[in-house]
């Protein structure tokens, strides 16, 4: 129960984080969407996540119980590997994730991808 608990919390901070992401303008970060202009790059990163999160949603609530402990595990990975871009692009000038919140919600996700797995070791 808690293991899941914090796999919902890291999974709620990573889409809040997403949010965030599209008042900092994180596609001005991203190697193709960098290249566009920006209302268009705006525009397919908004639209990209659509497909992303209603997968992700669907895998999560998939009735194969592999399925949905694949899925739980890969984004527990992702949240860590976010973080480690997150860290590695803070020096950029158009990076614009310094504040508190953003920071929590980058690195709060982190923090329950490196636990929930551990959770679910430890029983």
């Not at 119980?65 to 950029?92: C, E, K, P, Q, Y």
């Amino acid at each position: 129960m808690l293991a899941e608990l914090v796999f919902y919390l890291g999974f709620g901070l990573l889409t809040a984080h997403e949010l965030d992401a599209v008042h900092k303008r994180e596609w001005r970060l991203l190697f193709v969407l960098r290249r566009m202009r920006e209302p268009l790059a705006r525009d397919v990163f908004v639209l990209a996540h659509v497909p992303l999160v209603a997968g992700l949603v669907w895998l999560l609530a998939s009735p194969d119980a592999a399925v949905r402990l694949a899925t739980v595990l890969i984004l527990d990975g992702f949240m860590v590997i976010h973080a480690g871009l997150h860290w590695r692009l803070s020096d950029h000038p158009l990076y614009e994730f310094q504040s508190l919140p953003s920071r929590l919600l980058i690195y709060g996700a982190a923090v329950c991808g490196l636990l929930h797995p551990l959770l679910l070791v430890l029983g």
